[in-house]
C-alpha cells in the first residue's frame, strides 16, 4: 500500500533497488571492530546518467575527488562504491591512490569501465586505508549484490548512526510508473555547506546529467544544507544521484508536464533524509524544526533558521525542556542579517513567547510539556517582507559529548 503526498505516492517498503534497473548490496570486510557490514556498493545495468554535490570543506577526502573524476569524464556512473569506519581524508598522494585503486578494483569485479565507477568512504579522518582488506572485500562484493540489497546497503554505510535512513516515492510520468529512492547515513559532524555526510539517490526516470545536477543543486540548498547536528562540516560529505532512464519516459525538463511533480517527489526523497539525519544527530533525543517566516530575503530567513537551529544554547534549551525563548531572539540578532527589532513574534508550536518583540504571558508548565516532546518546533516571524525558510537540527545532550569524547576507542 502506498500513501498519496501531492502528486507522487510514498512507498513504504522502497529502496535505493526500487528504480528500475538498480541493484544493491554490503558485507563485513574488517574496517570496523564489530562485525557490521563496512563496504557496500549500488550498481544498476546500464551507465545511468550522474551528478553530484560535495563538501566546500577545504580538506576534502581523497574518494570525492576520484568521483568527480569518474563524472566529469562522460556525466555517468553505473558503480557507487562506499566504505564506512574509515574516512580516507587527509591522507596525501597514498589516500588518492588508495581510492583510485577502490575504483580500478570496483570496476573489474563488475566488469565496468573505471570511469563508470564512483568511491566514497566514511568514518575516522587521517588514517590511511587498509587496502588488502578493502580489496579483500571488494572482490566479494558481485556475491553480494541483489535487488533486495537495498538494507544491506544501508547498514554498509553507518558509523554512529542509529537507525538506517532510507525513502522511496512514486509518480506517474508520461503514463509510466517513476521511482525515486534515497539512502543516506550521517549522525555527527553535520553542518552542511552542500550536502550533508553521506547520501545516495536513484531513480529509473529518464532525465539528463546536466537537469538532474540543477536540480540536486536546488533541492540541496532547501534540504541538506538547512540541517546541522553540531556546527561541523565534514571533509567527506557528498550526495549522489543516479538515473538509469529505465522508465522510458520521455526526457524530463521544466517544460514537461510532468516536471513539477517529479520535481516535488524528488525535494521530498531529500527533505526526508536531511530530517532523519537531523532526528539520529549524535545523542539527540528530539527533533528541532526551525520555520522563519516574513523575511525581506530568502538568504537572510535561511541564515537566520540555521544560526537558531545551531545555537548550543537553543539546543540544550530544548533539551532541558526550558523555553528560554531569550536565547532563540539573541541568535535571529547575530544571524547576520538586518531585522527589525521591533517586530519579532516568536511561538514555541502553537505556545506564543513573543510579540512584536514584547514577551507574553504564557504557561510555563505547558511549554515545558512541549518541549518534552520528540518534535520541538520554533516560529520565528520577522513580520518585513514575504520570503521564509525552514532548518531541521536536534537538541544537544550529555551523550553527544561522551560519544565524541571517544569516537576513535
Known sequence: MTTKVNEYAVVPEGSVTTPKGFRAGGLHCGLKKTQRHDLGVIVCEVPANAAGVYTLNQFQAAPLKVTQESIAAGGKLQAMLVNSGNANACTGQQGEDDARSMREACAKAFGLAEHLVGVTSTGVIGELLPMP???????????????????????????????????????????RTVHIAGAAKGSGMI??????????????????????????????????????????????????????????????????????????GFRHVGEYLAKAIARDGEGATKLIEVSVNGADSREAARAIAKTVIGSSLVKSACFGADANWGRIIAAVGRAGYPVNVDTVDI??????????????????????????????????????????????????????????AAYRT
Open 347 to 404: 511561538r514555541l508550536g502553537d505556545i506564543s513567547v513573543l510579540e512584536q518583540s514584547r514577551p507574553v504571558r504564557f504557561d510555563e508548565d505547558a511549554a515545558e510539556a512541549y518541549l518534552k516532546g520528540e518534535l520541538v518546533q520554533i516560529v520565528v516571524h520577522l513580520n518585513m517582507g514575504q520570503a521564509l525558510a525552514t532548518a531541521w537540527g536536534c537538541d544537544l545532550t550529555y551523550d553527544y559529548v561522551r560519544i565524541n
Open 133 to 175: 582488506k578493502v580489496l579483500g572485500g571488494i572482490e566479494k562484493l558481485p556475491s553480494q549484490v541483489k535487488a533486495d540489497g537495498g538494507d544491506d546497503f544501508c547498514q554498509a554505510i553507518l558509523t554512529t548512526d542509529l537507525v538506517k535512513k532510507e525513502i522511496c516515492v512514486s509518480l506517474t510520468v508520461d503514463g
Open 191 to 264: 553542518h552542511p555547506n552542500m550536502a550533508t555526510m553521506l547520501g545516495f539517490i536513484t531513480t529509473d526516470a529518464k532525465i539528463e546529467s546536466a537537469m538532474l545536477q540543477k536540480l540536486l543543486n536546488e533541492v540541496t540548498d532547501s534540504t541538506f544544507n538547512m540541517i546541522t547536528v553540531d556546527g561541523d562540516t565534514s571533509t567527506n560529505d557528498m550526495v549522489i544521484v543516479m538515473a538509469s532512464g529505465l522508465a522510458e519516459n520521455e526526457s524530463l525538463t521544466p517544460g514537461h508536464g510532468d516536471w513539477d511533480a517529479f520535481a516535488a
